[in-house]
């Protein structure tokens, strides 16, 4: 049998495996997907509307503006509620370790023997992890807290906001320097196309089917534009 190194392993991990992503990728394809679609279907119902550029135009740079701080704060609040959550467990569970090591003891015992390990080999298991770090070996296999997926709210309002403002910048520049004319459809056409990237990209990067990703993108998002372009054409200006 090889003989892994810590580094060897963490290797193998990053290179075969998807799951160490699961964070951050949330964070980025929610926000850009956000993005996009918030801005891109906010503008066409104002362009279906029959308002000028330059109310167009504001109405972009605020979405842009307001969305990314929304993003970011409501990924910070809901993040950093976990992360409260996950450290009243550990206070929870390092409490018990010092009242009663026996019984935390027994207790990760019987979740190996439930996971097909002999008894005696999931006593002394339990026994070797509580030597070396039994605070940790409850976390990770009580709990289940992993690093992969341990709460990070700054990091992840940050990448959800900062993929806002990546997918929504496009529509605002779009109408900042294209003409006027057929305007929505250019904009409506070219974020769906984005949206159909991004769904493809996400699901490849997340090791699952790409035309599936690409189309969920595709018709969420064409349903939203749909929408508020009909919401624009009722409560039109022209």
Known sequence: ??????????T????????HRMGWLRAAVLGANDGIISVVSLLVGVIASGADREH??????????????????????????QSDTEKADLEI????????????????????????VSEETAHKVATELMDHDA????????????????????????????????????????????????????????????LASLGALAAKTGGANMLKGALRMFIWGSLAMALTTYVGLVFGAA
């Not at 049998?1 to 963490?10: C, I, S, V």
């Not at 993929?163 to 070219?190: C, D, H, K, W």
Request: net charge negative; aromatic share 6%; proline share 2%.
């Open 56 to 81: 167009i135009l504001l109405v972009a740079v605020a979405a842009l503006v307001a969305g990314a701080l929304s993003m970011a704060a409501g990924e910070y609040v809901s993040v950093s509620s």
């Open 135 to 194: 605070l940790g070996a409850h976390a990770r296999d009580e709990l289940g807290h992993t690093e992969t997926h341990s709460a990070k709210p700054l990091q992840a309002a940050l990448a959800s906001a900062a993929s806002f403002i990546s997918g929504a910048a496009i529509p605002v520049l779009l109408i900042a320097f294209l003409p006027m004319e057929n305007i929505g459809y250019i904009i409506a056409g070219t974020s769906l196309l984005l």
């Open 12 to 19: 193998h991990l990053s290179n075969d495996h998807f799951s």
């Open 93 to 116: 569970e390092k409490k018990a370790l010092e009242d009663d090591w026996e019984t935390e003891h027994a207790e990760l015992a019987l979740i190996y023997r439930q996971r097909g």
């Open 1 to 10: 049998m090889a003989n892994f190194t810590q580094d060897m392993l963490d």
